[in-house]
């Protein structure tokens, strides 16, 4: 067990802004691997991956003075949102046309198929599988609770590029999730 869970987690931001490298360690050992799956929402190269979850080591422990303790569990959720904004300066530096604009409207929600029988790991494969700009506002939209206003904005894309795109997204992992139960059930 960590030494920082907890009620310790307040001492731990303290040990971070003093620049313990103690503390930089068990801070990577506690949230690296939930960290790297936030990046992983976005970025589906290894290599690219690796290159931006240094990128949020470093942001995080230079800006861990701007941090503001909220209590149990705030740590994790401002790490997270760096990562992921992280994630999306990178994705925004490689140019690539990565956003589909589109003038048809699409409505706002697909409907979402149960997940009961689906393990999370397959999930999150297929999730990895989407185009780049799907996956981003997917991930955006749906774990960083970001509006579509919201998104437009922070990728520099129209309203309904965002709203298309989670559209579009919804369908791809739907057919994914169908396929697989179908191959679940012919397997049996």
Not at 97 to 125: C, G, K, M, N, W
Not at 145 to 156: T, V
Request: hydrophobic letters at 35%; charged letters at 30%; glycine letters at 4%.
């Amino acid at each position: 067990m960590s030494f920082f869970t907890g009620d310790r987690e307040k001492q731990l931001v303290k040990l971070l802004r003093s620049g313990d490298h103690a503390a930089m360690k068990e801070f990577y050992s506690l949230y690296g691997g939930f960290l790297t799956a936030v990046c992983n929402r976005y970025i589906a190269n290894d290599e690219d991956m690796k290159d931006v979850m240094q990128d949020v080591m470093i942001c995080i422990f230079t800006h861990i003075k701007d941090f503001e303790y909220r209590g149990k569990g705030s740590l994790k959720a401002w790490a997270s949102r760096v990562t992921a904004n992280e994630s999306l300066h990178f994705l925004r530096a490689q140019k690539k046309d990565r956003f589909t604009e589109l003038s048809q409207d699409f409505p706002e929600e697909a409907d979402d198929p149960p997940l009961d029988d689906v393990p999370p790991e397959v999930i999150q494969e297929f999730i990895t599988e989407l185009p780049p700009g799907y996956r981003t506002v997917f991930n955006l939209y749906v774990f960083q609770d970001y509006s579509h206003e919201e998104i437009a904005q922070k990728l520099g894309i129209k309203r309904d590029s965002s709203a298309s795109q989670l559209h579009r997204a919804k369908n791809i992992l739907a057919k994914k999730i169908n396929e697989y139960r179908k191959n679940k059930i012919q397997s049996r």
